[in-house]
């Protein structure tokens, strides 16, 4: 199913690609930070007419639309179009599409791709994870000789003080922070080994499910903020770690 899963959201990461003049093509959803291209909507419609049809009976669980979709049951495919849509619509060249297929409530396969790098992080339950067909590993770094990424959960303001309130209690542990505004590349910075560590607040699972595989299956650990599972259904904190760092969470006030 992987296999299968690759050409298509490759082929998705040309229509991302082929954007022209953003800015005339986005509007706002609820605020001016949260916004919505129509490449955002291509890129989602393209999928939810490629994917489902591998697994016929499977629900599209899509960041543009999710309301009559349940990832907890059956097969679902949990689609976030464009990953990163304000760095996208700035131009900042820092935005994936990411794709989870989930049976029953667990990740089956990951795939997030940054068409702008030609990137293709990849992972199957039990088969490990991979760049461009090679194989990723977290890194062996303590964390005071690394780097975390870290998000500020735009959406849910109310957890701004938590969130320096932690980004300052890592930043004395480590050598320095990245926020880079697309959590799908955040967490697979995580599984290559580019970064130690990574944690927000509040993320929806199509912005966590794929990367969160991707972790896991190059050696990472991944958990909410207070040692749970992640949600696949509603909105979770987030944090992923190698595996020397995993018992930091245990020393920090979240």
């Known amino acids: 199913m992987l296999k299968q899963i690759i050409p298509i959201v490759r082929e998705a990461g040309q229509i991302v690609l082929s954007a022209r003049d953003v800015w005339a093509r986005t509007h706002e959803k609820t605020s001016a930070a949260d916004l919505v291209t129509e490449y955002d909507l291509a890129v989602e419609n393209f999928l939810k ?99 975390f ?24 542990r480590s050598c320095d922070f990245r926020r880079l505004g697309a959590a799908a590349l955040d967490l697979c910075a995580v599984a290559c080994g580019r970064t130690e560590l990574f944690f927000e607040y509040s993320l929806c699972p199509w912005d966590h499910a794929a990367g969160a595989l991707i972790v896991t299956e190059a050696g990472g650990v991944i958990s909410t903020l207070t040692g749970g599972p992640l949600s696949l259904t509603e909105r979770c904190s987030v944090w992923a770690s190698n595996q020397i760092n995993k018992d930091i969470l245990n020393e920090l006030e979240v």
């Not at 990424?149 to 004395?172: D, H, K, N, S, V």
Request: glycine content about 12%; some cysteine; charged content about 25%.
């Open 49 to 147: 007419e490629r994917l489902p049809p591998l697994i016929p009976g499977s629900v599209f669980f899509g960041e543009e639309e999710a309301e009559n979709a349940d990832p907890s049951c059956g097969w679902a495919f949990i689609v976030d179009p464009i990953d990163g849509t304000t760095n996208f619509v700035r131009g900042l060249k820092q935005s994936a599409v990411s794709v989870a297929l989930a049976h029953d409530g667990e990740t089956v396969c990951g795939v997030v791709y940054d068409p702008f790098k030609d990137e293709l992080f990849s992972a199957r339950r039990g088969g490990g994870a991979f760049l461009n067909g090679d194989p990723i590993h977290v890194s062996a770094r303590p964390l005071s000789e690394g780097v």
């Open 149 to 172: 990424g870290m998000g500020t959960a735009i959406y849910r303001r109310e957890y701004l003080a938590p969130t320096m309130r932690l980004t300052e209690q890592l930043f004395r």
